[in-house]
């Protein structure tokens, strides 16, 4: 099975001249390869990260869904591993709701 996980970016710079960046994820932080997306994303969008490359772009509705997602799915005994990253994203997401002005 291929997964693709949104993350949030947090830092973007070139290496060699190829767009990189830092992703979070739940608060695992990644190296990832930004070219495909370059054009699309700057720091605080959410991408879905595949094998180390960001593949879309997708806004924060979208990543909060899927979080919730892999967290109905990590209660399979196989997919177990998801649980974590999936609610630290989800926690770490609706704090920052919380935190941001004109936010309820």
């Not at 070139?14 to 994303?41: I, K, S």
């Not at 997708?58 to 196989?78: H, Y």
Request: proline share 3%.
């Amino acid at each position: 099975m291929c997964l693709g996980i949104p993350g949030k970016i947090v830092e973007i710079h070139e290496d060699h001249g190829l767009a990189m960046g830092t992703v979070d994820f739940g608060g695992v932080r990644r190296e990832v390869c930004l070219a495909y997306v370059a054009d699309e994303v700057d720091v605080g969008d959410y991408a879905v990260i595949h094998v180390g490359f960001a593949i879309s772009k997708v806004d924060e509705a979208e990543a909060k869904r899927t979080f919730e997602v892999l967290k109905e799915m990590s209660q399979l005994d196989e997919l177990e591993w998801m649980r974590e990253v999936a609610e630290r994203s989800l926690e770490q997401h609706d704090a920052g709701q919380r935190s941001e002005p004109g936010r309820p």
